[in-house]
Structures are given as structure tokens and as C-alpha cells.
């Protein structure tokens, strides 16, 4: 499939992203950051203590699998693991909240005898919520997670949110900027986040320009209401309550996009098995920006189907009518799968494919992930030659 010639930032940025992703831990750390602190803005901050800190920290941590120094493949394998399963929920709420304890008897009570001392047993919770927070953040993407290790590494997938998105930008940090904005140096590092999450919205052709009026006019509204309100607090009950509202916003948000999710694969299904096509499964991944469309992936015995989904399109879905050989049967694929390198690829992979280059003394099979076709195979296997005896010689 041939690759793409024309720029485009979103698909750049996204495409930077996930391969950064597939050497590391980090799928949108801004999204996981900023949904610890919207709820604590939403009044969990008063609980204890150190509690903001117990949530950012929680929303963060199960990321801590990206500082293992392992090479591209093993990091793919091994990575969302057990700091992003059931486990997680309970060991690392209980490291956290010991760290914090330590700094709240040796650092700020020193600093000030007379404040009240952190609720340990409140820190936990805090911290569990962080991390379930994450966990399920992860699960929207089609990236997937392992939510069952240690006792299941199976992937899990919620094929219902872009990997990065824009909207939840606008609500979580909308509310969390009204919070925390008081002094002049914050509101001087929001206004450069401001511009640096909008690039995107206004350098790319695939941003209708509907939803850049709508940004534009939720920047707007929140210069508006900051402007208006100067003296918002962190303890303001006007900025809790309006938090409390916007979180509902985006509850329901990431609701309807489930539900649209869940429907989607429906039809899909449907509509292909119509076809005539024998359908194992079927994906309708989440495209930047607008919630209404998808990539579609409808998986047979040995090929795939791409397509596109529009909830407002007619007919809603278009599959291509030549299908990507997945070439996994292949005796040249299955030799090369044999080394490291390509297992720990293929442990990862959802929807593997290859692509097999004849050579005048073997072969050259390269693996990919047809859920990243789209981004240049932003993350991509490994490439293994092979004599003609199918011997691998090297692997790259």
C-alpha cells in the first residue's frame, strides 16, 4: 500500500506519538495528567492532604513500564503490562501513598508543624482512582491494554477514542486552567500549551472548519469566564461546581462514543458478512477529530478489508475492494516469525501483516500492524532476511 505524500500535521504529530509510544510507555501523557487534576477540581482536592498530588501521581504512574531500557520489540511486548492491569490498582497506590506519607512527615510538617498530617488511608484511594483513571483512558484507544495481567496478558481494546483528542483537551484542561491560574507565571505557561495543542486544530487539512470555530470559541469562553472571575481560587465553589458540570460533559462525551463505537462494529459486521465476506473480526477505529467517522479493519482467514465509517455518510460504510494479504501462512513469514525480535512484535500486534521483498540470494519479510497502515506503519515490526533455505541471516 503505498505511502502517503502529503503532509499532514495531525497525522505527523500522531504518528510521532505512537512510535515514541512503542519505544516508551506514553500514549497521551497531557490527557492522563490533566484528568487526575480535573478531578480534583472537582472538590476531591480538600479531602486530604497531598490529595491532588495523590491523583496526578496515580493518573501517571502506571506509565512507569516506559523507563524500562528495553529495545523497540521486547518495550512492545512487555509494555501496558503489569503496571497497567488489576494488580496496578493495588501495588502501585500502595508505593505512592508510603512516598507521600515520607514527604508529608519529613518535608512539609517540617516545614510547618501545625498542618494537618495526610490521611493515609485516603492517599490510597486517591491514588487507585488516578490509576484507574489511566487504566481506563488507555482502554478507549485502539492501541489497547493488558487489564487482566498478571493473570491474563490478553489485549483489550476500546477502538472508541483518537489517541490524542482535542475535545477532552478542552474540557479536562479547561477546568483544571480555571483552578490553578491565579499567578502570572501560570497563566503565561497555560497560554503556551494553549498554542502548542492548538497547532494542530489550524495547520491541518483534516480539521473541518466547524470544529475550529468550536475550539476557538472554548478558548474563548474560558479567557472569558478567567477574565471575569480573576480572583478563582482552588478553593473557589463556583470553579467546583463548574468543574463538576464539565466533567458530566465529558463523562457523557466518552459515553455517546462508546455507544457510537459498539454500534459501529455492529453494522460493520453486519454489512460485510452481507457482502459475502467471511468477517473474524472488525474494527472501527477512532480518526482525529471528528468522533462521527472511523478506519475500518474487517479481518478474514488470511487478509483484511480496510474501509472508512461515516455515521453521516451514505452509504455509511466504503470498503476497498482489493484486500491486504496478511501473508502470515506464508512459509517465508512463519520462518522469519521465529526470531526474537518478530515474536515479540507479533505478541503485540492485533492485526499483523507481511510483506515479503524477493531477493537474488533469499528473501527480506517485513512485519507491520494494519491499524497503523494509515500513519506510514508509524509502529512497525522487524525486518528479517532470509536465504533461500529460509534460514534467517539478520534481522534489523
Known sequence: MAKKEKFNLTILWAQSTLAYSSRRSFMDPVAHALSGSAIAAAGLRRVTPLATAALLIGAVVPDIDGLILLDDYAALAHRRGVTHGIAALIVLPLLVTSLLLLWDRWVRRRRNPDARPAQAGQLFLLTALGVSLHLFFDWLNNYGVRLLMPFDDRWLYGDVLFIIDPWLWLTLGGITFLTWSARRMALVAWATLAIVLSLPMFLSELVAPAAR???????????????????????????????????????????????GATAAREQVRAIASAQGLEVNDVMVGPVAINPLRGNVIVQSEDAYFLGQWNWLGSPRLKLERSALPSLMQDPRTQSAAETTEAQNFLSWSRYPYARVEVGDDGYTVHFYDVRFVDFDDAISGPSVELNRALEVISVD
Open 213 to 259: 470555530i468550536l475550539w476557538l470559541l472554548a478558548l474563548g469562553a474560558l479567557v472569558v469566564i478567567r477574565l471575569r472571575w480573576p480572583a478563582l481560587q482552588m478553593g473557589s465553589h463556583r470553579v467546583t461546581r463548574l468543574t463538576r458540570i464539565v466533567l458530566l460533559v465529558a463523562a457523557a462525551y466518552i459515553g455517546a462514543n462508546i455507544a
